[in-house]
């Protein structure tokens, strides 16, 4: 048994070591990650970084060492062929950075449109009783134990934009306009 112990303390020891070797060494593993985050396609545009940057795909290490059909194209081709294809790459790069952008706005409607399906639009009317958040930052939070909503009051005018003005059940004016987000409806 307890050269199972030694065994495992042994083997967290060297996990261990290896963590804060890696962390003191990780300017060294930077260049990598940083390759790997710019030859990723991202989904907003439809394109990697590098491709939008340079026009043309960026080749990994990997690529290099076990060449991919489209390097071993690129080393057959002549100087004067890939300075021309190069060029055309070159050329295309606006047209790609548009089609990114054409992209990225189709992928922010899809996201508004779906995040817009979870908006519940609250909707007071004059007289309504309703009562009030009362957040960390105001004069009459109490501390974690205390109430989270505050006494009911009465709408006494709705404002445009989602802000509501408030009257204390004593008739007294609340002095500022809150906004709707804070307020849920009171039932008696």
Sequence with gaps: MNGAVETATKNIK???IKMIDNYKNWHEQLPY???GYRTTTRTSTGETPYLLVYGTEGVIPAEVKIPSLR???EEELKDTEWVRSRYEQLAMIEEKRMVAVYHEQLYR???SRSLNKLVRTRLFQIGQLILKQVFP??????GKFALNWQRPYMVRKVLSGGAIVLVEMDRQDWPKAINANALKRYYV
């Excluded at 930052?137 to 109490?142: G, I, L, N």
């Design 33 to 35: 990650a940083l390759l």
């Design 109 to 111: 409607q899809r996201i």
């Design 137 to 142: 930052h105001q004069e009459e939070y109490k």
């Design 71 to 73: 390097i071993i194209q």
């Design 14 to 16: 060297r996990i261990l």
